[in-house]
């Protein structure tokens, strides 16, 4: 469990095994982690754009609002370790080093794809959904307020 998370008071651990077998919701599950890795923010951004060529460190940097030179460090490590991006090293001076996909980690393109795809055709519901909790808080605040 990452640190400053607690298990909710109403916390149960998922038992049915058909479940588990898929989706298995434990910390120390392979699967969980895998995913985790892949589908955070800033890994999914990295693998796009390395879909597209082989990025400079610099390049992914500049293309890649908000992240940090640690981030994307961190970030691309992880995604070499797991195997989804090769790191190359040019002996020239200055030190050139290029990343680009592994055949592994260009498997991920359709489903990222699909991701962004299912994101663009359901933005509008979802900003609607949002606006309408923001006002229900924003309502349920007031009358806390006001009692």
Known sequence: MEEGTSK???YTAVTDPEYCQKWDPREDCEVRQILDR???????LVIAL???RSLRFTELRREIDGISQRMLT?????????GLVRRTVHPVVPPRVDYELTP???TLHDTIE?????TEAHRQEIASARDDY??????????????
Not at 38 to 44: Q, R, T, V
Not at 74 to 82: C, F, H, N, P, S
Not at 114 to 118: E, P
Request: net charge negative; hydrophobic share 50%; no cysteine.
């Open 114 to 118: 699909a991701l962004v795809n299912w």
């Open 104 to 106: 592994l980690g260009a």
């Open 38 to 44: 892949i589908a955070d923010k800033w890994s999914l």
């Open 50 to 52: 390395l879909d597209l």
């Open 74 to 82: 961190v970030t691309l490590r992880q995604l070499e370790r797991d």
């Open 8 to 10: 909710s008071p109403g």
């Open 134 to 147: 923001d006002r229900r808080a924003a309502a349920a605040a007031g009358e806390l307020v006001d009692a």
